[in-house]
């Protein structure tokens, strides 16, 4: 069976961290490009981050770009999500989808052939 499965979401304080994996199984993320999405209630899924299928090519929405970092291990077909400097509006649940053509360039869930069911993270003293 392919699936992706999100793992290390959590209840933290600002200003603190956390980091998410998003393990493939049944497929191999080699040729996959990566991306993370997050949701919060109320509002529309939007695109937090991406990474290309060799890794060279990252890209992160304004909101979060120079707080988290996007990093695979495809011998471990696992890609990971750093989060720092956490701010409540970064709660929401996080969900990583691959995509054998989509295009990192373009935060945007069209071309992810598959998806996780979702992490939360919640970011609150």
């Known amino acids: 069976q392919l699936q992706l499965v999100e793992s290390g979401g959590g209840l933290v304080q600002p200003g603190g961290s956390l980091r998410l994996s998003c393990a493939a199984s049944?497929?191999?993320?080699?040729?996959?490009?990566i991306g993370w999405f997050r949701q919060a209630p109320g509002k529309e899924r939007e695109g937090v981050s991406c990474?290309?299928?060799?890794?060279?090519?990252?890209n992160y929405a304004d909101s979060v770009k120079g707080r988290f970092i996007i990093s695979r291990d495809n011998a471990k077909n696992t890609v990971y999500l750093q989060m720092n400097s956490l701010k409540p509006e970064d709660t929401a649940v996080y969900y990583c989808?691959?995509?054998?053509?989509?295009?990192?360039?373009?935060?945007?869930?069209?071309?992810?052939?598959?998806w996780g069911k979702g992490t939360l993270v919640t970011v609150s003293s």
């Open positions: 989808a691959a995509g054998r053509f989509a295009l990192c360039s373009v935060l945007s869930a069209r071309g992810m052939d598959y």
């Open positions: 049944g497929f191999t993320l080699d040729f996959y490009a």
């Open positions: 990474i290309s299928s060799s890794g060279v090519s990252t």
